[in-house]
């Protein structure tokens, strides 16, 4: 008798359990969500095709209007490019990620100038934030002062008028 309750046990545990274990079922949909029919072969077809020539493209450095057409924006070319500053000349001069690339390529003696260029820029940004970021918060703790001295001059000329 006792094996057979065992065995019945052991049974359930590996016919409902284990499975349950070894592949969890999702929790349902909630009632809001709407289901999507099924997508044809065609469909499906169509979609790969689009999503190889997307994955195709994006292998090209310059992502242009035929990768992007809904998304992209003709601009003039000197908005395109707007990590560019004029020089005097009126040519541009390098970005920030270009002048990094041509140091890379010089090797460490060249790019340890260039990141010690980056680093105080950002650090001067920073720097300048964290400046007005103190100035802002020193106003505003005066003004609570102010606020505060002002309640308590204001009651204390009342509790002054009310013992006289």
Known sequence: MKVKVVWRKVRDYVRYDLKEIAFPSSLPDPPHFKKRRKLTWKER????????????????RDIGPELRPNEYKNKLKSEDEPDRVKGPNGET???????????????METLRPALQRVYMTRASAYRDALKSFIQGYQEGIQQVMEKKDDSESHQENNDAKKST
């Open 45 to 60: 077809y169509l979609v790969l095709k689009e999503a190889t020539r997307l994955y195709a493209a994006s292998w090209v």
């Open 93 to 107: 001069e390098p970005s920030t990620l270009e002048d990094l690339a041509v140091a890379a390529r010089g090797g």
